[in-house]
């Protein structure tokens, strides 16, 4: 029921001077390998290595990144089953790093896309008015 320690170990990115009009962006994650540990403050816990990469076509550029979380829960031997090569999570502890991955990625992406030039890779919000508004004025 928790992650800690999101952690990048490494980072790729790169911008080419292709220029295009209309640029689709997409990201995607992977959970690589799990491994249980222990540690004093924590108790037993999940390592969870992930990468992170942001494709954009046409090809101007693209940013990846691998790295780690630790992912615990009160009562984890309930929540997973390890084997001797394997460790099989509960759809709720996988949803759970799913969405950490993602969405702490996303925010790291943005802050290099815009270091490199590149588009984010999430929609920004757009305002649409279909109606003139009347505002108070200003005294």
């Given amino acids: 029921m928790g992650i800690a320690n999101f952690r990048i170990h490494k980072l790729d990115g790169s911008r080419s001077d292709k220029t295009a009009e209309e640029i689709?962006?997409?990201?995607?994650?992977?959970i690589g390998t799990l491994k249980r540990e222990k540690k004093g403050s924590f108790g037993d816990y999940i390592l969870v290595?992930?990468?992170?990469e942001v494709k954009y076509s046409p090809d101007i550029g693209n940013i990846s990144f691998e790295g780690t979380l630790m992912?615990?829960?009160p009562e984890l031997d309930k929540i997973i089953k390890e084997t001797t090569d394997k460790i099989e999570l509960s759809a709720d502890a996988t949803k759970e790093i799913s969405e950490a991955i993602l969405q702490r990625s996303l925010v790291e992406s943005i802050d290099i896309a815009k270091r490199l030039g590149l588009p984010v890779?999430?929609?920004?919000p757009k305002v649409k008015i279909e109606n003139k508004l009347k505002f108070a004025k200003a005294s």
């Fill in 121 to 124: 890779p999430i929609r920004l």
């Fill in 49 to 52: 290595n992930f990468g992170f």
């Fill in 71 to 73: 992912y615990y829960h």
């Fill in 24 to 30: 689709k962006v997409s990201s995607n994650f992977k």
